[in-house]
Structure formats: structure tokens, C-alpha cells
């Protein structure tokens, strides 16, 4: 087994945390309602941690591929033309 790592807590919003206090990585985990590698992840290399760390996680983050393809111009001339495309593509 490894040794038991403690880092200090800096901040102010945390109700059961105490600013200059020692606290293990699964201590900071429960306190944040994070997984340990969460937390461990946000603490490496640091000697402190702060309420900047603590806080939530995203569930997910807005990529490129997710919003939607919007055009500047019109790619048909009429509906007639947009309907026989959607025809054209479909594989015989």
C-alpha cells in the first residue's frame, strides 16, 4: 500500500471543511460528491486545494459535432429540387 497523501483545503464555501486544514483525497471526494480519480485528477502536482476544485462536474461538454449544420445560403433553388435530391440519394 502507498502512503496516504493530505493536501490542504484553501476556501470558504465549503460547510464541513476548515480553511487551512489537512484532508485526504477521499475526504475532499465525499465532501464534493466526486469520485476519488475525480478529485485526484484535479489535485495532481498541487499542494492545496481550493473551492475551485470541489466544485461539480459537467455532464457534458457542447463539441462541434453536436450543433446542428446551418448554411448561409439555400442549397436549392425550390422544394421540388430539395425533394428529388432526398430521392437521389437513397441507394438502389
Known amino acids: ?11 470558504t464555501e465549503s460547510k464541513n471543511l476548515v480553511n487551512g486544514e ?7 471526494a465525499n465532501e464534493a460528491n466526486l469520485s476519488y480519480r475525480c478529485i485526484a485528477t484535479r489535485c495532481t502536482g498541487k499542494t ?4 475551485n476544485e470541489l ?3 459537467v455532464e457534458k ?6 450543433q446542428p449544420k446551418i448554411s448561409s445560403y439555400p442549397i436549392f ?7 428529388s435530391a ?5 441507394k438502389l
Open 55 to 57: 466544485r461539480p462536474k
Open 22 to 28: 489537512k484532508y485526504t483525497l477521499i475526504e475532499l
Open 1 to 11: 500500500m502507498g502512503r496516504v497523501k493530505y493536501i490542504v483545503y484553501k476556501g
Open 48 to 51: 492545496y486545494i481550493t473551492d
Open 61 to 66: 461538454h457542447a463539441t462541434y459535432k453536436d
Open 86 to 90: 432526398k430521392w437521389l440519394k437513397v
Open 77 to 83: 433553388e425550390s422544394v421540388t429540387e430539395a425533394f
